[in-house]
């Protein structure tokens, strides 16, 4: 039972262009939504977070939305740059310590 | 400042040997966690420990025991290796408060036999 879903694998983006990256979730009872990025051979690194009494936060370069109704979060990069190649996970949290990951999305900034 | 380290970066392992991965953070947080990752799932919660002196059962517990030896350290132990164990595992570790971020150490890929 996947709670926390990222349904697609990879994503591609030209350099300068907008990315965004899709989280779907079935348990309304997570309360905060994060997204990590993970390069090659290293652990996951914090991105931004959001909490479910919010709708946007933003940081920079990345933008965090989330519809509660949908049950969506989405990561919008703008601009993207090569750098930003990695593997993105969004993360739920669940009670105050559990935190449900979702499968990860590739993305790849062509320069 | 190192963050959260962990030993070791590899290993081998036959089906029924034993180890033990070491983990260690210098944030001076109170809980760390354990996570295996596997290609297709995502990170998946093995332990954690909300404070020193506790621990607690996460989605995958089952095979593996945990240590909190004190507030920094934080050891897993795979008793009797199985290759289902097969994995990259991380450690990290969380204040439990302000953004609830997780502070990840670079990974142990074990492989067993």
């Known amino acids: 039972d996947q709670q926390v879903k990222q349904n697609s694998p990879s994503l591609s983006v030209q350099e300068g262009r907008i990315s965004i990256l899709n989280c779907d979730y079935t348990?309304?009872?997570?309360?905060?939504f994060l997204w990590y990025k993970k390069y090659p051979a290293e652990g996951p690194t914090f991105l931004i977070s959001?909490?479910?009494?919010?709708d946007k936060n933003e940081d920079g370069r990345f933008t965090v939305f989330l519809n509660k109704s949908a049950k969506h979060l989405s990561l919008h990069i703008v601009p993207s740059q090569p750098g930003d190649s990695a593997v993105y996970f969004c993360?739920?949290?669940?009670?105050?310590?559990?935190?449900?990951f979702g499968t990860g999305t590739r993305l790849k900034v062509l320069a | 400042n190192a963050g959260v380290t962990q030993t070791p970066k590899f290993q081998v392992l036959k089906t029924g040997q034993s180890m033990t991965l070491q983990c260690a953070q210098d944030?001076?947080?109170?809980?760390m966690y354990w996570y295996r990752q596997d290609p297709g799932m995502g990170l998946r919660l093995i332990y954690y420990?909300?404070?020193?002196?506790?621990?607690d059962k996460g989605e995958v517990p089952n095979g593996y025991n945990v240590s909190r030896l004190n507030k920094r350290e934080f050891s897993l132990r795979l008793e009797s290796a199985a290759p289902s164990q097969t994995s990259v595992y991380f450690c990290?570790?969380?204040?439990?408060?302000?953004?609830?971020?997780?502070?990840f150490g670079p990974g142990t890929r074990l492989t067993v036999t």
């Open positions: 959001i909490s479910s009494i919010k």
């Open positions: 348990n309304s009872m997570f309360d905060y």
């Open positions: 420990s909300a404070s020193e002196g506790t621990t």
């Open positions: 990290a570790s969380s204040s439990g408060q302000g953004t609830y971020e997780q502070y």
């Open positions: 993360a739920a949290r669940k009670g105050t310590y559990k935190y449900i």
């Open positions: 944030m001076n947080h109170n809980s």
